[in-house]
């Protein structure tokens, strides 16, 4: 049943009478059919279950042998595939994201496709060739979306910087970061310079390979930037590792200068910020107060983090101190104060500056609309939120359905593509696979109300 949107999303707007603090108690599950959230219960069930996760590559290669392909490619679709991937071509993530539209929950693509961070294996500049023609169709993609039926607003994608850039470039790109700090070497006016000319640059401290492959990782970077601009596609750039992270950084600062100038129609290049990293607070403030000073506009991914123990494990083994918040609670604390602080710039420079609360947690969430009718920032406006296709629907349908712009991050490709993909993330997340069980306490709540037949059953 295809419910239309102009019946499931309220209109947005400042809300009447005071701020209500949003009902988490799957009270929306009502939209969804008997099907959905019964497959939603045995995967997230599945997936809290810890050997599945740490041998999920394993046991599926240990499937296909024994079931065959086809059979076990059946049995994922309509599982852990059919729950957290969009599909295969464009028709079916067009087909996936109309479902959504009518839930008042609009997409945000992601190509999967990495590097892994310790590869040992040298890809060549062809693979990052193919992910680039996979990011150029995303955009297309996207922008095509909007044409489907359902609410308008701002179309936005996920971008791996590591599939257009290598991990080992990457990598010393950071060491020199650290080591050279704020230098003209390494400046992303210099870096933005290339990018805009395509004149081959050399940065002393890389060799001629290194160049080389920095002026190509380049010219890629530009021309997703230029056609994801044309097309009105924002770009949210994802946070890696700490190994990383400064050279992605530097990278989405030369982007900036050129594709978040004044003028342009807001960011259309955002970065990505940890919450669980001690020094997160510290940057985001310095960066949005650079921004606000150079007249740049200025996008954020707010996000707590993903890669903890990996993060943990590379101190211990190198001796260096731990770059992650000591606890869980501390990184709460974090996130709540880049929070504030971003609602604040938000609210200081509107439209320049936009906010995604890319979060699960509940009290994040609230705390966000609380603070956004405090500060009059409108429930449509440069402040949206964000969440995992398949997970917690919960708190994406209470936000979509109050008013707010929620986002679904969504996969797609093929299983051979997709899998490996979402076991990797997986095994990141375990924390909130098995923080899911509130939510699966309310999708067992919501189809013990319907095979009891009680209250008004919803779309089957
Ligand atoms: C739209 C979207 C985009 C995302 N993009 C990125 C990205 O670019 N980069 C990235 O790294 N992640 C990304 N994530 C994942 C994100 O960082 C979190 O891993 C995930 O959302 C869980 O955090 P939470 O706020 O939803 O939920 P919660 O369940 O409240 O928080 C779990 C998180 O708390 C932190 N934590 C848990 N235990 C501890 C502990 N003992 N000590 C310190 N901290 C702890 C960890 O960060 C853990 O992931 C994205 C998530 C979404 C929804």
Request: charged residues 20%; hydrophobic residues 40%.
């Amino acid at each position: 049943m295809l419910w239309t949107c102009r019946v499931l999303c309220p209109q947005a707007g400042p809300s009447a009478g005071g701020w209500q603090p949003l009902s988490f108690d799957g009270g929306a599950f009502h939209l969804k059919r008997t099907g959905e959230l019964t497959r939603a219960l045995l995967v997230l069930r599945l997936c809290g279950w810890p050997p599945l996760v740490t041998h999920g590559l394993a046991l599926q290669a240990w499937s296909q042998r024994l079931l065959g392909s086809r059979l076990s490619g059946a049995l994922l679709r309509a599982s852990i595939y059919g729950q957290f991937v969009a599909g295969e071509t464009a028709e079916e993530v067009r087909g996936c994201v109309q479902q959504l539209q009518t839930l008042c929950l609009r997409p945000l693509l992601a190509v999967p496709t990495e590097e892994e961070p310790d590869s040992a294996v040298k890809i060549g500049e062809a693979w990052y060739e193919g992910n680039l023609s996979a990011m150029l169709r995303c955009v297309d993609l996207s922008r095509g979306l909007l044409e489907a039926p359902g609410p308008t607003g701002n179309i936005l994608m996920q971008l791996k910087m590591t599939a257009l850039t290598s991990t080992r470039l990457c990598r010393e790109l950071t060491s020199w970061v650290r080591r050279l700090g704020a230098s003209w070497e390494l400046s992303p006016e210099r870096l933005a310079e290339a990018m805009d000319s395509g004149r081959g640059l050399q940065i002393s401290c890389l060799n001629a390979e290194q160049n080389q492959h920095l002026q190509s990782s380049l010219s890629r970077l530009h021309r997703v930037a230029q056609h994801a601009q044309a097309q009105r596609v924002r770009l949210l750039v994802d946070a890696e590792y700490t190994s990383l992270n400064p050279a992605l950084s530097l990278l989405v600062a030369a982007l900036a200068e050129r594709w978040n100038r004044p003028g342009e129609g807001g960011p259309w290049v955002w970065n990505t910020y940890q919450a669980y990293l001690k020094d997160t607070h510290e940057r985001l403030r310095r960066d949005a107060e650079a921004a606000d000073r150079a007249g740049l506009a200025f996008g954020v991914k707010l996000v707590r983090g993903a890669y903890l123990d990996k993060e943990r494990e590379v101190a211990r083994l190198q001796g260096t101190q731990d770059p992650t918040q000591p606890d869980y609670e501390a990184t709460n604390q974090s996130y709540s104060r880049c929070l504030e602080l971003m609602l604040a710039h938000v609210s200081h420079r509107g439209p320049m500056c936009h906010l995604m609360v890319a979060s699960h947690n509940e009290e994040s969430v609230q705390q966000a609309t609380k603070r956004m009718w405090e500060l009059g920032i409108p429930l449509d406006g440069p402040v949206c939120f964000g969440q995992l296709l398949g997970m917690c629907d919960h708190v994406s349908l209470a936000l979509g359905q109050a008013g707010y712009a929620v986002y679904k991050s969504i996969p797609y490709g093929s299983l051979e593509e997709v899998i490996p993909y979402l076991i990797r993330r997986a095994q990141e997340n375990r924390s909130v696979l098995r923080g899911a069980r509130r939510e699966q306490e309310l999708l067992s709540q919501e189809l013990r109300r319907r095979l009891l037949g009680r209250g008004l059953g919803g779309p089957r």
